[in-house]
């Protein structure tokens, strides 16, 4: 009489978790520099919107605003935006939470945008 067998061996089962930890080992760097890169999408979109927002408040009232709550900042993001008025218009710029997961991207910390579309630094955008 001959006995089959079924189920994985531990030697089998101990190789596919040497594979998995491995592609994992691999995988998770890359993973984490796409949802770095992301997030800095997300920022730049958000500036490019209070950007229009901006002009458009321009278009109405003849003018610049300096107050941020009349742009109407989305709420929720990675990055502190700030409004900063200037001689030749003005400058908005996207700041990484010191404490937040954008903070990691050391490159792209502070990205900006002004009214000519001058965006900064370069190498982020």
């Keep these: ?47 490019m919107a209070l950007q229009l ?8 009232h ?12 989305e709420p929720g993001s990675d990055y502190d935006f700030q409004l900063r008025l200037n001689d030749l218009g003005y ?4 700041s990484a939470q010191a404490d937040g997961r954008q903070f990691q991207d050391t490159e792209c910390r502070l990205l900006s945008l002004d009214q000519d579309r001058q965006s900064g630094p370069e190498a982020c955008w």
């Design 1 to 47: 009489m001959a006995i089959s067998s079924s189920g994985s061996s531990l030697f089998e089962v101990m190789i596919t978790l040497a594979i998995v930890a491995i592609l994992a080992t691999v995988g998770y760097p890359s993973f984490q520099s796409y949802l770095l890169q992301a997030r800095r999408g997300e920022a730049q979109n958000h500036l």
């Design 53 to 60: 927002r901006q002009e458009e408040y321009r278009l109405v």
């Design 62 to 73: 003849g003018h610049y605003t300096a107050d941020m709550q009349l742009l109407r900042p």
């Design 91 to 94: 400058v908005l710029t996207a």
